[in-house]
């Protein structure tokens, strides 16, 4: 079964700096792209950084480029989310996610599974 | 930046009956949009993907349709564990993006 665990998440000041981590299992990690996507309380879902299999290409957001970092240790199965400059709106629920794939196809930009979250509160 | 507006914001239903969810493209995605369930407390989940192609495991009581910039999410006849927030996303122009959602309650 494919899992993905998030974790990381605390209150934090504006300015201050977090990484997030989600340990994948029940795949073979390092063939696939993940994804961050984040919720804030209430609200909708905003996708945040994508990652190739072999973190060669990134993306990210316009609202968090310049402030956040996606990478991987494929070796370690785990997805990490630096995250620097924080600001109050970037409080939220953090997901990450797989893309999805269905029979030998994949669809980087379609996303399933998710984890559960980690939730990120920037409060002074 | 494409932006997905969604309707009704709140659908109110009762078990049994049938849901239609619509989802509107600032610009044309052709079939490049997805549908997802959230359950209060949970992570979304993928329903529909290509508009009209059911994800691993969903039921047959969901369909997906449309193309261009309008796009359809029906459920056929509402089970208790339907209710739920649905949001459409569309990946077809950079960056992937969500819509705001649409509530499905029980009446």
């Known amino acids: 079964e494919v899992q993905l665990v998030e974790s990381g998440g605390v209150v934090v000041q504006p300015g201050g700096s977090l990484r997030l981590s989600c340990a994948a299992s029940?795949?073979?990690?390092?063939?696939?792209?993940m994804h961050w996507v984040r919720q804030a309380p209430g609200k909708g879902l905003e996708w945040v950084s994508l990652?190739?299999?072999?973190?060669?290409?990134?993306y990210y957001a316009d609202s968090v480029k310049g402030r956040f970092t996606i990478s991987r240790d494929n070796s370690k199965n785990s997805l990490y989310l630096q995250m620097n400059s924080l600001r109050t709106e970037d409080t939220a629920l953090y997901y990450c996610?797989?893309?999805?794939?269905?029979?030998?196809?994949?669809?980087?930009?379609?996303?399933?599974?998710w984890g559960q979250g980690t939730l990120v509160t920037v409060s002074s | 930046e494409i932006v997905l507006t969604q309707s009704p914001a709140t659908l109110s239903l009762s078990p049994g009956e049938r849901a239609t969810l619509s989802c509107r493209a600032s610009?044309?995605?052709?079939?490049?949009l997805a549908w997802y369930q959230q359950k209060p407390g949970q992570a979304p989940r993928l329903l529909i993907y290509?508009?009209?192609n059911r994800a691993t495991g969903i039921p047959a009581r969901f369909s997906g349709s449309g193309s261009g910039t309008d796009f359809t999410l029906t459920i056929s006849s509402l089970e208790p564990e339907d209710f739920a927030v649905y949001y459409c996303?569309?990946?077809?122009?950079?960056?992937?993006?969500f819509g705001p959602g649409t509530k499905v309650d029980i009446k």
């Open positions: 996610a797989k893309e999805y794939c269905t029979n030998g196809v994949c669809h980087h930009n379609w996303f399933d599974p």
């Open positions: 290509d508009a009209s």
């Open positions: 996303q569309q990946r077809s122009n950079w960056p992937p993006f």
């Open positions: 029940g795949f073979t990690f390092d063939d696939y792209t």
């Open positions: 990652i190739s299999w072999d973190g060669g290409s990134t």
């Open positions: 610009q044309s995605v052709s079939s490049y």
